[in-house]
């Protein structure tokens, strides 16, 4: 009898770890050292880069970046589990360094940001992108790429930056309340001892996770803030972050410049794999026609 419950019992704990690890490895990349980024970089041809640190209230936060500083600024902010590394195959884009000057973040918690010590405030970590931008002393605009909850950390940013913004394109982003898939195993797990047996960046996902609608709710009177050009993407099919969030986020940012919105047709929440050419183009387009309407003026 007691074989038997602990063979049940072993196999519920799989039935938990087995779609954990499937996560981790189909929407995460690893953190990637100072090091590996200036590899990277170098192997690319960038002849001006960096890996940097700013920090407030107590909080570090690295960035990396790469491109010429007469180039527009864009900005890249990872969603959970991940890190700026997430955001590779954009550094290695010909077409985008070609466009751009190409920042990344690491949120707090992930990557190389306070490791293991997740910042809830959406507030703070927007402050701490801001304060990114500007000592990256952009002169010719700032853009913003958003994945998945690093979309909600942006909306605060545009919302507290109104003049610093110029384009936003939200990727599968969390944007709404209580409009998002929150995983039963992600409740069994907040417990100080299973939570300890976890790899990190599952952990900080987690404790995320369950804070997202909390932090959604304290910043939805600020979508009437937003100026910036904003085009939303999303996928029909996407399970984990619900496309009603780009439809609602789009009703609400009543002042945006310009605001659209596509959604690709049976796609999930991968659309960095599997609309990787859309989403580059999309990016080129939004700048040029940014470029074109400012100089209509």
């Known amino acids: 009898m007691k074989k038997s419950i602990f063979k049940k019992k072993r196999f519920y704990a799989l039935l938990v770890l087995v779609p954990l690890i499937i996560f981790v490895f189909q929407f995460s990349k690893f953190r990637s050292s100072d090091q590996d980024f200036i590899e990277l970089f170098e192997q690319n041809g960038f002849s001006e880069c960096g890996v ?8 570090e936060m690295r960035y990396v970046w790469a491109g010429p500083q007469e180039k527009p600024l864009l900005l890249m902010v990872h969603g959970s589990p991940s890190s700026s590394s997430f955001w590779q195959a954009f550094f290695e884009d010909s077409l985008l360094r070609r466009e751009y000057r190409l920042a990344a973040v690491d949120r707090p918690g992930f990557g190389y940001s306070n490791f293991g010590k997740p910042i ?3 507030d703070l970590q927007a402050q701490l992108c801001a304060k990114a931008i500007k000592e990256l002393k952009p002169n010719s605009g700032v ?8 979309g909600s950390v942006t909306a605060k940013l545009a919302m507290n930056e109104s003049e610093l913004i110029d384009g936003i394109v939200f990727q599968s982003s969390s944007l709404i309340p209580e409009a998002e898939k929150t995983y039963s195993f992600t409740h069994w797990t907040k417990g100080r001892f299973i939570s300890s047996l976890l790899p990190t960046t599952i952990r900080m996902a ?11 709710a304290k910043i939805q009177n600020g979508w009437s803030k937003i100026k910036a050009h904003i085009v939303f993407l999303h996928g029909s099919d996407d399970g984990l972050i619900y496309p009603i969030n780009a439809f609602k986020a ?5 002042n945006a410049e310009s605001s659209e919105l596509k959604i690709f047709e049976g796609r999930g929440h991968d659309l960095y794999w599997t609309e990787r050419p859309a989403l580059i183009s999309t990016l080129i387009r939004m700048k040029k026609n940014i470029l074109l309407s400012k100089a209509a003026w």
């Open 52 to 59: 940097e640190r700013t920090s407030m209230g107590g909080v």
């Open 120 to 122: 809830h405030d959406l």
């Open 143 to 150: 853009y913003v790429l958003a994945s998945s909850y690093g």
């Open 206 to 216: 987690n404790e995320e996770k369950l804070r997202h609608s909390s932090e959604l």
């Open 250 to 254: 789009k009703e609400m940012a009543i």
